[in-house]
């Protein structure tokens, strides 16, 4: 069973950082593009932060957070990241990866989501 778990949520000062990580665990034959959504309370779930499965991991990032946000992926540890810088109070969310990953049991990709970790940004 193909699992999404993320971790690295919490609260933190505006101005401050924060590193969110989702490890992709389970039989996995091949992990496609890998992204960061973020849903405030009241709000439609958005894109963060999206990068391909190539080598060279092409990124994409909504305009909210570029300059200030950094998503990588480990595809040795099955893992992506997302580095926020400069946090304001208008992150506060919960952040949820998502990716189109292709099991050992499977003959197509199949959409994952995680659970969600809460990011919560005070002035």
């Known amino acids: 069973q193909v699992r999404l778990v993320e971790s690295g949520g919490g609260l933190v000062q505006a101005g401050g950082s924060l590193r969110l990580s989702c490890a992709a665990s389970?039989?996995?034959?091949?992990?496609?593009?890998m992204v960061w959504y973020r849903q405030a309370p009241g709000k439609q779930r958005e894109l963060v932060a999206a990068?391909?499965?190539?080598?060279?991991?092409?990124?994409n990032y909504a305009d909210s957070v570029k300059g200030r946000f950094t998503i990588s992926r480990d595809n040795a540890k099955n893992t992506v990241y997302l580095q926020m810088n400069s946090l304001k109070p208008e992150d506060t969310a919960v952040y949820y990866c998502?990716?189109?990953?292709?099991?050992?049991?499977?003959?197509?990709?199949?959409?994952?989501w995680g659970q969600g970790t809460q990011v919560t940004v005070s002035s």
């Open positions: 389970g039989s996995i034959l091949r992990i496609n593009a």
């Open positions: 998502n990716a189109g990953i292709l099991s050992r049991t499977a003959t197509v990709s199949k959409n994952y």
């Open positions: 990068i391909s499965s190539g080598g060279g991991g092409s990124t």
